[in-house]
Structures are given as C-alpha cells and as structure tokens.
C-alpha cells in the first residue's frame, strides 16, 4: 500500500544527510534496482535461468539470428539492445555513492556533473529522441483527429465534447479521459489509434510520403530504413544535434577536454590544429570582408559573451537532462517495462487524478477563477510571508526540496531509461549470464518497407487506417530515391547544395592523402616515445588498431593495455571475492582467463572496492577526428579503475570498452552517481 502512495520511501536526505551505508554485493539489495535483480521472475528469459558455471556466454560477438530470445522475460531483443546503445552514449562516469538515493534508484545524475561539450551532444540526442519525438507524435494525433478523414473516431470525439459542455461537466469528461487512459492501457489504443510518425501528413491528417522516400522505420520522423529497431531514430537525432548553430556545432565535433589525456608536445593531438577555430574564423572573416573589425581587440563583447554561455552551459545541460529523465520516467510509469511493477506506477497518477474528478462536480468557474488569481496576487506580493517562511524551512529541515522532487513523491521507484537498464545489466549479471552487447551490421539498411501489423497502423472501429485506401498506403510506403531530396523551393535548394567541383575534390583528397602520410609517422613515433617512458605515449599505444585485428574479447576476458603493455582485462566472480585483474599473459588469446591460477596480474582490484568508473578516449579529441577522418578507422578508447583508497588505473585500447564497463557497473553491489 506504501509504495502506491507519493510518499518518500526515505527521508534520510533530510534527517541524517550524512549517514553512509556501503553495499558490497547485489544480495545486499541497497536499492529497488538491486533487490529487482535479485528476486525471482515470473517471467524469465534465457539469462534468469540458473546456471552452474561461473560465466555463461549467450551470444557475445554473434550475429542477431544466432542470439537466443527473449534474454529477459517480457522484453524482446530489439528492445534490449536498443536501450544497452543509448545507454552506451549517456553514461560516461560513473561515482559511488555512500548516501541514500532519491527514488530508491541509483544512476542519477550528479548535481555537480561536469559538462563537456560532447555530453551536451549526447544530451540534445536523447532530448530528440524522447521529448521532441513524443511531441511529434503527440501534434499528428491532434492532426488526425482534428481533420475528420476518421469521421468515426472524431464525431464521437465531438459529439461527448459538446454534450460536456452543455451540462457544464468539460472538466470531469477531461480528468475521467484521463484517468481511464492512465489506469487502462488498451483505452490508448481505441482512442488514439496508432500509425507511422513519417507517414502522417502534419497539415492535413491523411498519408503522406515519408521524407526518406521509403517507409523503413515506424518511429522515426523520416521513415528511414533501420537494420535495428531505434536505430534511425538514433542517426535522426544525430543528424539534429549537427544541424544547431554555433554552440552545438563545437559539441558535434566531439570535444571533450576532460575525458582526453593532456596533449604532450609532439604529440599528435598537439600538432593538428583546432576543428572549432574554423567557424569562429570564417565568421570573422566575413566581418572583416564586409569592413568590420574582428577579434577581441575590435569587440568587447566576444570575450564576456563566449565567457557568458560556457558559463551557462552547466544548468542548461542540466535541465535538458531533467526534462528528459521526467519524460521517461512518466512514460516508463504509464508503459512499465519487467521487471519493474506492472501497475502501481498506473494506479498511483490516475489515484492522483482522482480527486481532481470528484471536486471539479463541486468547484465552479468563478470559484476557480477567483483562488487562481488569489494565488497570483499572493506569490507577486507575498514575498514578506513567503521569504521568512522559506528561511525558516531551510535552517529546520535542510533539503527538503529533495522530499518534494517528482522521483521522491509521484514518480517514486518509477525509472528512466539508464535506470532500467542498469537493472536490466543487474539480473544478468546476477544470474552468471553477462548482456550480450548489441550485434552490429556494416551493410546499410536495405531500401525497402517495413512489415506493418495493427501495432504500428490500425483504426478504431471499421474504419480504414488513416481512411486510406490499401493502394494509397502501399504507395506512400513504397521506396522512392528522389522524395529525401525534395525541398521547399528552388531558393531551398540553392541554399542547401554543397558544390566542391572537379578541382575541389581533388584538392580536398590531396589534403587527405598528406594527413594519412602524417598521422601514420606521428602514431609511428609514439613507439619511440613510449620506449623512452613518456607516459602518454604508452597511453596512446594501440589505440588505433589494425583494420585486421580482431575484437572479439568478452564476456570474460577484454583486449586491452596498460602502461603500453599488452594484455587483457579480465574478470573472475566464481572466487570468494570477485574481482577485476589485468594480465600480460599471452595464453589468455587462446585459453581464457577462467579458472586459472597460474596467471600472474599485474594488478588487482576487488569489485566491491571500485569507486568509480570513467571512460577515457584513446586520443585527444582534435587527434581523433583526423585520424577517423584520414584513416577511416575506428579508435579503441580506454576506461580508468578508480578503487575506494584512490589509486586509477587506467586500460587503454580497448576496442569493447563499453562492454567491460557495462559488466562493471552491474556485478557489485555499489550505488552509482553519474558524472
């Protein structure tokens, strides 16, 4: 009964701030997310079963046919892997936290996260992705209803609009709406039926040809084709983020001065200069054609403005962040994902709903309108109340905000999508049965339609979908190669054609050419260096593989280096304390690492003694960009070990980095933070 109710599940924030309790182990259940992962499942997949060894592999480097399904009960593969992607690109440091948690559910974000320019990217991504993306959704049901084409569904709309209005009752038809699409899912499909984003026309309601030319994908705005569910909506959100002004436009180049190791002299982050210079020059250069004055000796604003917005980017990344995490926690409340309750995140909104229905019987519009503008006065004038109210709850009970936060109250023990992931992570690992990371495809999508069923398009009633007929639906769902190039005009055209010429493509491959001769002797110096002892060079050792090698590491044991040595990270549970080692030790590439006990680490580091987790890249974010520009190959990153005394170790090239950090974060018992 507790957990329907909007009440926090602790008030220790308030009451004893300063309290720590460290949990070793998943069984130690110090959160909602662990005791999930812990408990048993009604509905089980393949890695909720019990297993005997100390490690099942159930797929790891294969292709998607070859994986059995589900993993976990009640969520399909796709699915899954879909949230392991984008929680990949979200989570980049992560910190212990000794506290209670808000929610009962760890893997917040810190309120003193640090922003590099590259999670603001990642940020406005997920922004995309769920808030502007349900938005879309939202606008083209309000379309199709609006637009009579389902003249069913929209006269009976009408028709329980106009009687509520004339008998008074447009707020109880408005809250008992509410409540029964709160409470009842199958409402929301009878009511708003659902159809392809891309292949609602947003002006008129009917069919339109999706923008990409071809209906590929079902929750995308474009429609384009996908080798993996999600997957187009991702590049779609990519190719937003690239589309912003300047602010953004630094973000899309991936800086990230925080997670890159310093550049050394020499090296060749220090020798390639920087990508982001370019458009502030060639917006001075345009000043300065017109026959103004650049640079900051000219104008005084440069300095103090670009002072300004960095300065603001930390609470502007921040409440992004905050929308998106609300907007998927309401939505993972009305839509729960196992193993997560079915239906007291439903039964607590429409109980909060509830009384609204019973009073608005009671409340009249003059009553209403009379205690609204009573509050507006109230807040506009009250501030010799208010003030010494507010001072007197902050020296009383110091952080009682954090009580009144939606995930403390209404959303309590409800997740976002890192959340449920990291739960997801949880169970496997609690089961011996490591995540399988998401199979990838280097063929592009195929040009062709998606298979459609009454999920993705149906109507209410006997309608046709969309009131089309099944020739006009097969049309507009239909490949055509010319429609993603379709604009708004000829001035549009003009304004979005990039024409390098003959001579400009032989230029700009010239250019590429000397880079590629350049990169290969600076990366081919960093061995001299590292022989030599610059740190940084051993750092930077491996970090671009061959385009030969193989990186089939996992679940066990992980290619990578330390100190510029050779080896590979490995984990052992079935020990009386799990652990994270690493070794040099060649036989590992043909034998594994599992229960050996003639290998000899160079270190060690017990699980339950890590404290934080942070994902380094292999190079400078200047030095990345060219090399994947120049060489068309891929950087293996590296991942930093802090434990509880303080001592990082840092493992480079590692080419399934984010696979051991995933198997990291969800094998202990620790509370996360993310930084």
Same mark, same amino acid.
Request: aromatic letters at 8%.
């Given at each position: 009964?507790?957990?329907?109710?909007?009440?926090?599940?602790?008030?220790?924030?308030?009451?004893?701030?300063?309290?720590?309790?460290?949990?070793?182990?998943?069984?130690?259940?110090?959160?909602?997310?662990?005791?999930?992962?812990?408990?048993?499942?009604?509905?089980?997949?393949?890695?909720?079963?019990?297993?005997?060894?100390?490690?099942?592999?159930?797929?790891?480097?294969?292709?998607?046919?070859?994986?059995?399904?589900?993993?976990?009960?009640?969520?399909?593969?796709?699915?899954?892997?879909?949230?392991?992607?984008?929680?990949?690109?979200?989570?980049?440091?992560?910190?212990?936290?000794?506290?209670?948690?808000?929610?009962?559910?760890?893997?917040?974000?810190?309120?003193?996260?640090?922003?590099?320019?590259?999670?603001?990217?990642?940020?406005?991504?997920?922004?995309?992705?769920?808030?502007?993306?349900?938005?879309?959704?939202?606008?083209?049901?309000?379309?199709?209803?609006?637009?009579?084409?389902?003249?069913?569904?929209?006269?009976?709309?009408?028709?329980?609009?106009?009687?509520?209005?004339?008998?008074?009752?447009?707020?109880?038809?408005?809250?008992?709406?509410?409540?029964?699409?709160?409470?009842?899912?199958?409402?929301?499909?009878?009511?708003?039926?659902?159809?392809?984003?891309?292949?609602?026309?947003?002006?008129?309601?009917?069919?339109?040809?999706?923008?990409?030319?071809?209906?590929?994908?079902?929750?995308?705005?474009?429609?384009?084709?996908?080798?993996?569910?999600?997957?187009?909506?991702?590049?779609?959100?990519?190719?937003?983020?690239?589309?912003?002004?300047?602010?953004?436009?630094?973000?899309?180049?991936?800086?990230?001065?925080?997670?890159?190791?310093?550049?050394?002299?020499?090296?060749?982050?220090?020798?390639?200069?920087?990508?982001?210079?370019?458009?502030?020059?060639?917006?001075?250069?345009?000043?300065?054609?017109?026959?103004?004055?650049?640079?900051?000796?000219?104008?005084?604003?440069?300095?103090?403005?670009?002072?300004?917005?960095?300065?603001?980017?930390?609470?502007?990344?921040?409440?992004?962040?905050?929308?998106?995490?609300?907007?998927?926690?309401?939505?993972?409340?009305?839509?729960?994902?196992?193993?997560?309750?079915?239906?007291?995140?439903?039964?607590?909104?429409?109980?909060?709903?509830?009384?609204?229905?019973?009073?608005?019987?009671?409340?009249?519009?003059?009553?209403?309108?009379?205690?609204?503008?009573?509050?507006?006065?109230?807040?506009?004038?009250?501030?010799?109340?208010?003030?010494?109210?507010?001072?007197?709850?902050?020296?009383?009970?110091?952080?009682?905000?954090?009580?009144?936060?939606?995930?403390?109250?209404?959303?309590?023990?409800?997740?976002?999508?890192?959340?449920?992931?990291?739960?997801?992570?949880?169970?496997?690992?609690?089961?011996?049965?490591?995540?399988?990371?998401?199979?990838?495809?280097?063929?592009?999508?195929?040009?062709?339609?998606?298979?459609?069923?009454?999920?993705?398009?149906?109507?209410? *009633? +006997?309608?046709?979908? !969309?009131?089309? /007929? #099944?020739?006009?639906?097969?049309? =507009?769902?239909? %490949?055509?190669?010319?429609?993603?190039?379709?604009?708004?005009?000829?001035?549009?055209?003009?304004?979005?054609?990039?024409?390098?010429?003959?001579?400009?493509?032989?230029?700009?491959?010239?250019?590429?050419?000397?880079?590629? *001769? +350049?990169?290969?002797? !600076?990366?081919? /110096? #960093?061995?001299?260096?590292?022989? =030599?002892?610059? %740190?940084?060079?051993?750092?930077?050792?491996?970090?671009?593989?061959?385009?030969?090698?193989?990186?089939?590491?996992?679940?066990?044991?992980?290619?990578?280096?330390?100190?510029?040595?050779?080896?590979?990270?490995?984990?052992?549970?079935?020990?009386?304390?799990?652990?994270?080692?690493?070794?040099?030790?060649?036989?590992?590439?043909?034998?594994?690492?599992?229960?050996?006990?003639?290998?000899?680490?160079?270190?060690?580091?017990?699980?339950?003694?890590?404290?934080?987790?942070?994902?380094?890249?292999?190079?400078?974010?200047?030095?990345?960009?060219?090399?994947?520009?120049?060489?068309?190959?891929?950087?293996?990153?590296?991942?930093?070990?802090?434990?509880?005394?303080?001592?990082?170790?840092?493992?480079?090239?590692?080419?399934?980095?984010?696979?051991?950090?995933?198997?990291?974060?969800?094998?202990?018992?620790?509370?996360?933070?993310?930084?």
């Amino acid at each position: 009964m507790l957990d329907v109710l909007p009440i926090p599940s602790t008030t220790q924030s308030v009451t004893d701030p300063e309290k720590h309790e460290i949990a070793n182990t998943l069984a130690d259940k110090p959160t909602l997310s662990h005791a999930l992962a812990t408990d048993d499942h009604e509905e089980k997949g393949l890695a909720q079963r019990e297993h005997d060894g100390e490690v099942v592999d159930l797929g790891w480097n294969e292709k998607k046919q070859k994986i059995a399904a589900p993993l976990v009960g009640g969520l399909e593969n796709e699915d899954l892997w879909l949230l392991v992607r984008r929680f990949n690109k979200q989570i980049y440091h992560v910190k212990e936290v000794p506290t209670a948690v808000p929610g009962d559910l760890d893997f917040n974000i810190a309120d003193e996260e640090g922003f590099p320019p590259d999670k603001l990217r990642a940020s406005v991504e997920r922004f995309y992705m769920t808030v502007v993306i349900g938005l879309l959704a939202a606008v083209k049901h309000t379309v199709r209803l609006r637009s009579w084409r389902e003249t069913r569904r929209t006269s009976c709309f009408c028709a329980a609009y106009f009687i509520a209005w004339v008998f008074d009752l447009i707020v109880p038809l408005l809250t008992l709406t509410l409540i029964t699409l709160i409470a009842y899912p199958r409402s929301r499909e009878v009511l708003f039926p659902p159809a392809p984003l891309a292949l609602v026309d947003g002006k008129t309601g009917g069919v339109q040809k999706p923008k990409a030319g071809v209906l590929g994908s079902t929750d995308s705005s474009t429609g384009a084709s996908q080798n993996f569910k999600g997957e187009a909506v991702e590049q779609e959100a990519s190719s937003f983020v690239n589309g912003f002004t300047s602010i953004v436009v630094t973000s899309a180049t991936g800086k990230n001065p925080e997670a890159a190791a310093p550049a050394e002299k020499g090296s060749p982050d220090d020798s390639i200069p920087d990508p982001t210079g370019v458009a502030v020059a060639a917006a001075e250069a345009k000043e300065v054609s017109a026959g103004g004055k650049a640079g900051a000796k000219h104008d005084k604003t440069k300095v103090p403005v670009e002072t300004a917005m960095w300065t603001k980017m930390r609470p502007i990344m921040h409440g992004i962040a905050d929308v998106s995490d609300t907007w998927e926690r309401f939505a993972n409340a009305l839509s729960p994902t196992p193993p997560f309750p079915r239906n007291i995140y439903r039964l607590r909104l429409a109980g909060l709903v509830a009384p609204l229905f019973l009073i608005s019987f009671f409340v009249t519009s003059y009553m209403f309108a009379k205690g609204v503008t009573f509050g507006v006065g109230f807040g506009f004038f009250g501030d010799p109340i208010i003030s010494p109210g507010l001072q007197w709850l902050n020296h009383t009970f110091p952080n009682w905000q954090k009580l009144l936060e939606l995930r403390n109250t209404i959303l309590k023990g409800v997740p976002t999508n890192a959340q449920l992931t990291i739960t997801l992570l949880r169970i496997c690992e609690a089961n011996k049965a490591p995540l399988p990371p998401p199979p990838s495809i280097n063929e592009p999508p195929p040009e062709k339609p998606t298979e459609i069923t009454d999920a993705e398009l149906r109507a209410t *009633g +006997a309608e046709p979908p !969309l009131n089309a /007929t #099944d020739e006009e639906l097969r049309e =507009a769902m239909e %490949h055509d190669p010319h429609t993603a190039h379709e604009t708004g005009g000829p001035d549009i055209d003009a304004a979005k054609e990039t024409k390098h010429g003959k001579h400009g493509r032989k230029l700009v491959n010239f250019f590429k050419g000397t880079t590629k *001769g +350049a990169v290969k002797t !600076l990366i081919g /110096t #960093d061995h001299a260096r590292a022989k =030599a002892g610059s %740190h940084h060079a051993k750092n930077r050792l491996g970090a671009v593989p061959r385009p030969d090698a193989s990186n089939i590491t996992g679940p066990i044991d992980f290619k990578g280096r330390y100190k510029g040595q050779k080896g590979h990270v490995y984990i052992t549970t079935k020990s009386t304390i799990p652990a994270v080692s690493f070794s040099t030790d060649e036989t590992i590439e043909n034998i594994g690492s599992q229960e050996r006990e003639d290998l000899h680490p160079l270190w060690t580091v017990a699980i339950n003694d890590i404290a934080e987790l942070k994902k380094v890249g292999g190079y400078g974010w200047k030095a990345k960009i060219v090399v994947g520009w120049s060489l068309g190959r891929e950087v293996a990153d590296g991942l930093e070990i802090t434990d509880r005394i303080g001592n990082t170790r840092r493992v480079t090239a590692l080419p399934m980095r984010d696979q051991l950090f995933n198997r990291l974060v969800a094998i202990g018992g620790q509370k996360w933070e993310a930084w």
